[in-house]
Nanobody, 125 residues
Framework: VQLQAFGGGLVQPGGSVRLSCTASGDSFSKYLVGWFRQSPGKEREFVAVATRSGGATSYADSVKGRFTVSRDNTKNTVYLQMNSLKVEDTAVYYC???????????????????WGQGTQVTVSS
């Protein structure tokens, strides 16, 4: 499956942005989808994950209550709604897929097989 993430940009602190991740080459409903982010000089870190149906989700503590992951399998798209953004949310955001049924509430990048190219989110005044 090929993934493409988009929707990033420059946003002020306290603002919102919605990222999208689209899939091609296979049905998105076969895959668990995760969002990760990476800032310069830092390791790629987990942000959120949704099961194949979207019925179960998990979030990193740093984004819990502010970010929401959802998916529309009819459109082969997963979303990451990001609210109350902070400067420290600045990063390149990636979506990724796993064929596993569930990989825990705090998965690692190595748990995912396919990755999109990433989209930059910059939170700055």
């Amino acid at each position: 499956v090929q993934l493409q993430a988009f929707g990033g940009g420059l946003v002020q602190p306290g603002g919102s942005v919605r990222l999208s991740c689209t899939a091609s080459g296979d049905s998105f409903s076969k895959y668990l989808v995760g969002w990760f982010r990476q800032s310069p000089g830092k390791e790629r870190e987990f942000v959120a994950v949704a099961t194949r149906s979207g019925g179960a989700t998990s979030y990193a503590d740093s984004v819990k209550g502010r970010f929401t992951v959802s998916r529309d399998n009819t459109k082969n798209t997963v979303y990451l709604q990001m609210n109350s953004l902070k400067v420290e949310d600045t990063a390149v955001y990636y979506c990724a897929t796993s064929g596993a049924f569930w990989i825990g509430t705090q998965p690692r990048p190595s748990d995912f097989a396919s990755w999109g190219q990433g989209t930059q989110v910059t939170v700055s005044s």
